[in-house]
Nanobody, 123 residues
């Protein structure tokens, strides 16, 4: 079992930045590809970014490409999402997830999920 806990969410003005963290316990994350997803009110959960086990490859949704950066520190068992140039449409609950395989944009393929952290971007 892997337990994931997100932190770093909050309220920020448009154009601002936030850094989300996802800390794991139970097992080392060094065997898992990781992803970030988000869910806005009334919308389905959507892919944001993912990263391979080694951290050498990253993938992004078009809506966040160039603004968000996913990274990981396997020694600290933590994954990060640096979010810059935030927009009101980025407002959502952000979730991290772990997958014992190649990272994918399909949420159904992920094995473990955190409880989420709220990000609110005001205009």
């Amino acid at each position: 079992q892997v337990q994931l806990v997100e932190s770093g969410g909050g309220l920020v003005q448009a154009g601002g930045s936030l850094r989300l963290s996802c800390a794991a316990s139970g097992r080392t994350l060094s065997s898992y590809a990781m992803g970030w997803f988000r869910q806005a009110p009334g919308k389905s959960r959507e892919f944001v970014a993912s990263i391979t086990v080694s951290g050498s490859l990253t993938y992004y949704a078009d809506s966040v490409k160039g603004r968000f950066t996913i990274s990981r520190d396997n020694a600290k068992n933590t994954v990060y999402l640096q979010m810059n140039s935030l927009k009101p449409e980025d407002t959502a609950v952000y979730y991290c997830a772990a997958e014992y395989a190649i990272p994918t944009i399909d949420a159904n393929k992920y094995d473990y999920w955190g409880q989420g952290t709220q990000v609110t971007v005001s205009s």
